[in-house]
């Protein structure tokens, strides 16, 4: 199976999400420390939009990445049909997972975001990524679990989950 969560931006939540399934961090509300040591947690940019981000292994061998799609809406149908045409032709043999992780953006986040990265106002802008962060770390760990629990009970090639249950 690969796991591929997305967003926006691929930085924030999807790297949270990630962490969450590869184990990097615990169940518990984070400590800023924790939530800035997250790997690429606020630190990718525009440039790496579109681009598949490897996080590494679970505990089953499949391999997390995540993926910022920016605004647009066409990157995961795109995406999800791609799989299902390499799938149909026998091209791909593994479960491929993509998981949205935007619902469980928190409003602070966003702000955070847009300063530190849309107006280049770092010092604004990651203490309140840091919060929503801090904020939606229990929602982010249950959307991870319900991604593993949907992914395992499904017979499909390729799985588009919307996460709507986990808005912020």
Known sequence: MIYIYHDFGGTHTTSLAAAYHLKIIQNRKLKKEEVIQVPFFNKLTKKDAGTLIFHGTDEEDNPVYTLGRRSSKLTIETLHHFCLLLSNRKAIH???ILSNTS???PVIMSIGGFLAHGLKMGPLGTPLLIKGAQQCSGNILDLVNETKKTAAGSDAAIVKIDN????A
């Open 94 to 96: 593994e479960k491929i």
């Open 103 to 105: 619902p469980a953006v």
């Open 164 to 167: 709507k249950k986990f808005q």
